[in-house]
C-alpha cells in the first residue's frame, strides 16, 4: 500500500498512522497520548534555559608531576597523527590542512558550549613531524602515569596516510613509552563518519590484504616497546564489523605472523557501531575485546536536540551518562557472561565534534572533571578485581582528539587539568586537592553575632593517634574566635601530653578538658559520653578525631587531610560555616561531600538490611521512631559541625563505653557504625536539616 505514495512525506505520515494505532491497540489512548507528547518534547529544540545545566565544569591547573607514585593499572591513551600536513589532505581539504584547522575555526553553538579549544602555550599548535613535540608529549604521559599510546594505523590495501609520526617515534628508540596499534579500518569521508558517502580513500578489502597487512606492521609489533602480553603482540581493529570474512582475515593474521617471525599475536577489537565479539560471531577468533565510547554508551540516557540557525546538534548529558555507567558496570553483561573474553574498559573526556561538523554534530555537554574522575576510578577498581597486573589494561579515548573534545593535552583555558585529574584516578588519590569552600563568596561574619560573652562553641576530640597532635591544633587554630575543647585519649601518658600540649599552643582554646576512656567504641562511645552532661551548654559544636591509615589501601590518611581541610582548613572556611548556620537557622548539621574513594563504602553495612535495623534500634533507644529510606545519608568518617540542639537527644539516653562492643577492628555493623550513621535522621527528627560541603576543582 506504501507503494501508492509517492510522497516521502506522506509515506512516513502513514505509518507514524499506523503505528499510532496499534500503539493505542495495545497500550491504550491515556498512553500512547502521552508516549506521543514525550517524542514531541524529546525531539524539540532545546531552549537556553534547559541547557544552563550542561557547561564545562573545570577549572585552570598548573601541570603536576606525579611520576613519585605507582599505578595500578596500565592506561593506555588513543593518539591521533593527523597533525601535521600531507598531500592527500592538502587535495581533500585544502593547502597545509591538520587536525587544528578545524579546532581554530569553531564557534560556539549555545551559551556555555566550550569551543573553540586552543592548545596551552607549552604545547601550542604544534606539528606531529617534529620529534621535539613527540619527546615532549611522552615526557607529559610518563609523568602521569600513562602506560602508552595507541597509535591510529591508517593503512589502505598497503597504503598508508599520516603515518609519519608512528615512524618518526620508531626511530627514536629511546623515547622510553609502550605502545600499540588500532588499525582505522575505514572509508575516509568527507562526513568524517566512515560510511559510504562522498568517499575519499576507500578500504578494498581484497585477497591480498590480510598478508600484506602483517607485512606491513611487523616493525612495529617487533619493536621492544610494543605493547605485549604473554609475549603476544596486542593488535586493535577499530571496526571489525566492516572487515568481510573477517574470521578468515583474523586466521591469516595469525598464520601470518607465526610464518614472518612475530610469533602469535593477540587480536582485540573495538566495540564500535554497536558490534561486539559475539554480534560478529567472532569470539573463538579475537582475544579481547575494547569499549570506545561514545560508541556503546547505555541508551537509556536522554538527547537532547538543539537548532542553531537552520543547522541541528544533539546534546547528551555527561553527567548522567557517567551516573549510568557507574550505576551498571559491575553488573555482568548477560550476552558475555558464557564469553570468557576479556573486555577491556574505556573512559573518554567531554566528546564534542562540533569542530568537524556544521551541523549533525554532537556533544556531551556538560562536562565535569569530577564525573571524569568518578568514571575512571569505577573502571579502574572493577579492572582491578577483573584481571592481574600484567593484564589490567584500561584505556582513555582520547590523548589528543582536539575537534572530537576529548583529550588529555593541556589547553589554554583549563591548563592541565584533564590529564591531572585522571592522574588522581589511577593513583587512587582524592580528587579534591586545595581549600574548601561552600559555593559561595567569603562573607566575614561579626563576632558580636556569635555572642561570645558566653562560650557557646565547642570542639570534642578523640585522639587516640598522638602522633597527630600537631597537625589537630594547627588545624583548630584556624577558628578564629574562643572555644572550649574537649579531648579524649586512652593513655594517662597520652593525657598529660595532650593537657600539655593543648594549653599551651591551642590558642583559642580558652578552656580544655581531657579525659581519659578504654579504647573501646572508637570516637563515638568517648564522644557522647565526655559531652554527655555538656552538651547543652554550648550553641555549636565541632567533633574530629585521629584517623590514620592502618589498612593496606593507603587512603585514610588523605581521607583525614580532606575532612580536616572542609571542617576547619583555614579562617575564610570556618566564618563560611558559620554563616550558613547563622543565615539558616534549620541547619543542623554540616559536613563535607563524601570522600571519592570511598562512595562505594556509603552503604548501611555489608549486610544493608541489619545494617540499617541497627541504626533503627539506636534511633529507637533515644526514643526517635522515622522512616529512613534506602539510601544512607551521614558524615562519612564521623567529623562534622553541628548545631547541639539539632543532635543532643543522643546524649541524654545514658549511653555509656560499656554498651559498646570491645575493639577487634571491627569494619562495620557495631553500634559506633550505627551511631555514625544517625546524626543526620537525629537532626530531621528535630526539625533541622544539613548540608555538605563541596570543595574548588584544584
Known amino acids: 500500500m506504501l507503494k501508492e505514495y509517492d510522497n516521502k512525506f506522506l509515506q512516513k505520515a502513514f505509518r ?13 489512548l491515556n498512553k500512547t497520548v502521552k508516549k506521543v507528547f514525550a517524542y514531541i ?37 588513543f593518539y591521533l597523527p593527523q597533525f601535521h600536513a600531507i598531500l592527500e589532505n592538502d587535495l581533500w581539504w585544502g593547502k597545509n590542512f591538520t587536525e587544528w584547522t578545524n579546532t ?70 629511546e623515547i622510553d613509552i609502550n605502545f600499540c596499534l588500532c588499525w582505522a579500518n575505514e572509508n575516509w569521508t568527507r562526513t568524517w563518519d566512515g560510511y559510504d558517502k562522498e568517499i575519499l580513500i576507500k578500504q578494498n578489502y581484497s585477497e591480498e590484504d590480510p598478508n600484506k597487512f602483517i607485512d606491513d606492521i611487523k616493525k612495529y609489533v617487533t619493536d621492544k616497546r610494543y605493547i605485549k602480553i604473554d609475549g603476544e603482540p596486542v593488535i586493535l581493529v577499530y571496526n571489525p564489523g566492516r572487515i568481510p570474512n573477517v574470521n578468515n582475515v583474523f586466521n591469516i593474521w595469525r598464520e601470518k605472523a607465526i610464518n614472518s617471525g612475530i610469533g602469535k599475536i593477540k587480536i582485540w577489537i573495538c566495540r564500535t557501531f554497536e558490534h561486539t565479539a559475539k554480534s560478529l560471531n567472532i569470539v573463538n577468533n579475537v582475544d579481547g ?8 554508551l547505555p541508551t537509556i540516557h536522554k538527547e537532547k536536540i538543539i537548532k542553531i540557525k537552520g543547522n541541528t546538534g544533539t546534546i547528551y548529558d555527561y553527567k548522567e551518562i557517567v ?7 559491575d553488573r555482568i553483561d548477560s550476552d558475555d557472561s558464557n564469553m570468557n573474553l576479556p573486555l577491556y574498559r574505556t573512559s573518554m573526556l567531554g566528546w564534542d565534534n562540533s569542530a568537524r561538523r556544521t551541523s549533525g554534530w554532537a556533544a556531551y555537554a556538560g562536562y565535569s572533571l569530577r564525573f571524569f574522575y568518578i568514571w575512571v576510578r569505577a573502571i579502574i577498581n572493577e579492572t582491578k578485581r577483573k584481571y592481574n597486573e600484567d593484564s589490567s589494561f584500561i584505556f582513555i579515548n582520547a590523548w589528543n582528539e582536539w575537534a572530537e573534545g576529548t583529550y588529555l593535552e593541556p589547553d589554554k583555558k583549563y591548563g592541565y587539568a584533564n590529564i591531572n585529574t585522571l592522574s588522581k ?45 600537631d597537625e589537630i591544633i594547627m588545624n583548630l587554630n584556624y577558628i578564629p574566635f574562643p572555644f572550649h575543647c574537649y579531648i579524649s585519649t586512652d593513655t594517662d601518658e597520652k593525657l598529660n601530653i595532650i593537657n600539655n600540649e593543648f594549653t599551651q599552643n591551642c590558642k583559642n582554646a580558652h578552656k580544655v578538658y581531657v579525659k581519659r576512656f578504654d579504647n573501646r567504641g572508637r570516637d563515638v562511645a568517648p564522644f557522647i559520653e565526655q559531652m554527655e552532661n555538656e552538651i547543652d551548654k554550648y550553641e555549636f559544636l565541632l567533633h574530629i578525631h585521629s584517623k590514620k591509615s592502618r589498612e593496606d589501601d593507603g587512603y585514610n590518611d588523605n581521607w583525614r587531610e580532606y575532612l580536616y581541610n572542609h571542617l576547619l582548613g583555614n579562617t575564610e572556611n570556618i566564618y563560611n560555616i558559620f554563616f550558613e548556620f547563622l543565615k539558616n537557622k534549620k541547619i543542623g548539621l554540616i559536613f563535607p561531600d563524601t570522600y571519592q574513594l570511598i562512595e562505594s ?6 549486610d544493608e538490611e541489619q545494617g540499617k535495623n541497627n541504626v533503627m534500634d539506636f534511633l529507637k533507644r533515644i526514643d526517635i521512631k522515622m522512616n529512613l529510606g534506602d539510601n544512607p545519608k551521614f558524615a562519612a568518617g564521623n567529623m562534622f559541625w553541628a548545631r547541639t540542639k539539632a543532635i543532643e537527644k543522643a546524649f541524654k539516653a545514658g549511653i555509656k563505653q560499656d554498651d559498646f562492643p570491645n575493639e577487634e577492628d571491627q569494619k562495620d555493623m557495631t553500634l559506633a557504625h550505627a551511631v555514625e550513621r544517625s546524626w543526620v535522621y537525629i537532626a530531621q527528627y528535630e526539625g533541622y536539616t544539613f548540608k555538605q560541603m563541596n570543595s574548588k576543582l584544584i
Open 104 to 173: 581554530c575555526k569553531v564557534d560556539p553553538r549555545f551559551n556555555g558550549h566550550y569551543q573553540p579549544r586552543e592548545p596551552h602555550d607549552d604545547f601550542g599548535y604544534y606539528d606531529l613531524t617534529d620529534i621535539e613535540i613527540i619527546k615532549k608529549q611522552v615526557l607529559l604521559a610518563k609523568q602521569h602515569g600513562i602506560y602508552g599510546f595507541c597509535f591510529y594505523l591508517y593503512w589502505f590495501s598497503g597504503k598508508r596516510l599520516l603515518e609519519k609520526p608512528l615512524d618518526l617515534f620508531l626511530e627514536y628508540p
Open 601 to 606: 563504602l556509603i552503604l548501611w553495612g555489608t
Open 323 to 329: 551516573n549510568k555507567i557507574n550505576c551498571i558496570i
Open 289 to 296: 575485546e575494547v569499549e570506545f565510547p561514545p560508541h556503546g
Open 425 to 469: 584516578a589511577i593513583y587512587n588519590l582524592p580528587f579534591y586537592i586545595g581549600k574548601p569552600i561552600i559555593q559561595r563568596k567569603y562573607e566575614k561574619i561579626n563576632n558580636k553575632l556569635l555572642n561570645m560573652d558566653d562560650i557557646k562553641i565547642c570542639v570534642q576530640v578523640h585522639l587516640y593517634d598522638i602522633e597527630l597532635i
Open 41 to 77: 518534547y524529546k525531539r524539540r529544540p532545546l531552549s537556553l534555559s534547559e541547557i544552563k545545566n550542561l557547561f564545562y565544569e573545570s577549572e585552570y591547573q598548573e601541570n603536576i608531576d606525579f611520576s613519585k607514585y605507582t599505578p595500578k593499572v596500565k592506561t593506555i591513551a
Open 16 to 28: 507514524l498512522f499506523v503505528k499510532g494505532f496499534a500503539s493505542i491497540k495495545g497500550r491504550g
